[in-house]
Nanobody, 124 residues
Framework: QVQLVESGGGLVQAGGSLRLSCSAS????????TGWFRQAPGKEREFVAA????????KFADAAKGRFTISRDNGKSTVYLQMNSLKPEDTAVYYC?????????????????WGQGTQVTVSS
């Protein structure tokens, strides 16, 4: 069974950077789009960014535009989320997820496999 494992979270000061990784246990991961979502305490899960299977197209939430980038290395079955200029409001558990198809989706119901999440905390 395919599993997704996130890593790279941690504590960082405002203005700092983190790179999250999402590693899959099967090479078939490369055939699917991948998304990043986050959930802050007391808030609903929200879309952050997504990338197609090939990496040829990406999409970002307004809160992430200009600060975050998403990329993938299919040879390593890994998707990355580079987060720069972090703000305290970026504090959340970040999850990666595998899409139902090769494209981009911004809502969770289009994803069928989720990682366990990695905590990102941004101090002011």
């Amino acid at each position: 069974q395919v599993q997704l494992v996130e890593s790279g979270g941690g504590l960082v000061q405002a203005g700092g950077s983190l790179r999250l990784s999402c590693s899959a246990s099967a090479r078939t991961f490369a055939s699917y789009g991948t998304g990043w979502f986050r959930q802050a305490p007391g808030k609903e899960r929200e879309f952050v960014a997504a990338i197609t299977w090939s990496g040829g197209a990406t999409k970002f939430a307004d809160a992430a535009k200009g600060r975050f980038t998403i990329s993938r290395d299919n040879g390593k079955s890994t998707v990355y989320l580079q987060m720069n200029s972090l703000k305290p409001e970026d504090t959340a558990v970040y999850y990666c997820a595998r899409s139902l198809n090769a494209g981009i989706a911004t809502t969770g119901n289009w994803y069928d496999l989720w990682g366990q999440g990695t905590q990102v905390t941004v101090s002011s």
